[in-house]
């Protein structure tokens, strides 16, 4: 599984757009990138994924350059209820049985949304 | 409406004693899993399983045993519970095995003493 390494915590004032980048030097051809949102005392969520250039929904934008090495998930204009912890996640089917596929988290990037 | 539910949201309990945590989906999802959550907020798989049968079995103790009555519902039970057990248990579900998209349920608090 390709590792990831993203800050630790970012701070932002409301209203601004919020840029998170993720290093995945190791990713495998296979490999999709997840990214994923945790609010305090509840489950993650599923954000975006994708696999090469650019991908948004009504959420996030998630920026991939060519070489897939890295990524950047991009929040158009903060609010204090995007206060969250943001995991990038990179891995793929790889067949079946034990072990085939699993999403590993690191310890993610701590966005807080300043008023 | 809650797409995936567990229950209890809160467990305190002894050492030694054995606790069952339940997780129901109504999503129709054919993969469900339980994921632990340590104090560091590290969040690992532990078991998966796809239309009821163990897909994914992480190493974790033989203390821990899910099971799956059916496609909606993933039980996870411990034995034997140790102070090192008290984390946060995620159950999640996948509209398939290998989806990347999985839906969390609310997690419950286990808190051994």
């Known amino acids: 599984l390709a590792k990831t390494t993203q800050p630790i915590s970012m701070d932002s004032y409301e209203g601004q757009e919020v840029n998170i980048t993720c290093s995945h030097n190791?990713?495998?051809?296979?490999?999709?990138i997840t990214w994923y949102q945790q609010f305090p005392s509840q489950g993650p969520r599923f954000i975006i994924q994708g696999y090469k250039t650019k991908v948004t929904n009504e959420v996030a934008s998630l920026f991939i350059p060519a070489d897939r090495k890295s990524s950047t998930l991009s929040l158009p204009r903060v609010s204090l209820s995007d206060t969250a912890v943001y995991y990038c996640?990179?891995?793929?089917?790889?067949?079946?049985?034990?072990?085939?596929?699993?999403?590993?988290f690191g310890k993610g990037t701590k966005l807080s949304v300043i008023p | 409406d809650t797409a995936v539910s567990q229950t209890p949201k809160y467990l305190v309990t002894q050492m030694g004693n054995d606790k069952s945590i339940k997780c129901e989906q109504n999503l129709g999802h054919d993969t469900m899993y339980w994921y632990k959550q340590d104090s560091k907020k590290f969040l690992k798989i532990m078991f998966s399983y796809n239309n009821k049968e163990l897909i994914i079995n992480e190493t974790v103790p033989n203390r821990f045993s899910p099971k799956s009555p059916d496609k909606a519902h993933l039980n996870l039970h411990i034995n034997s519970l140790e102070l090192g057990d008290s984390a946060v248990y995620f159950c999640?579900?996948?509209?398939?095995?290998?989806?990347?998209?999985?839906?969390f349920g609310p997690g419950t608090r286990l808190t051994v003493t």
């Open positions: 996640l990179v891995g793929a089917l790889r067949g079946s049985g034990a072990g085939s596929y699993q999403l590993t």
């Open positions: 190791n990713i495998a051809t296979n490999d999709y």
């Open positions: 999640a579900s996948s509209p398939r095995q290998g989806s990347v998209e999985q839906y």
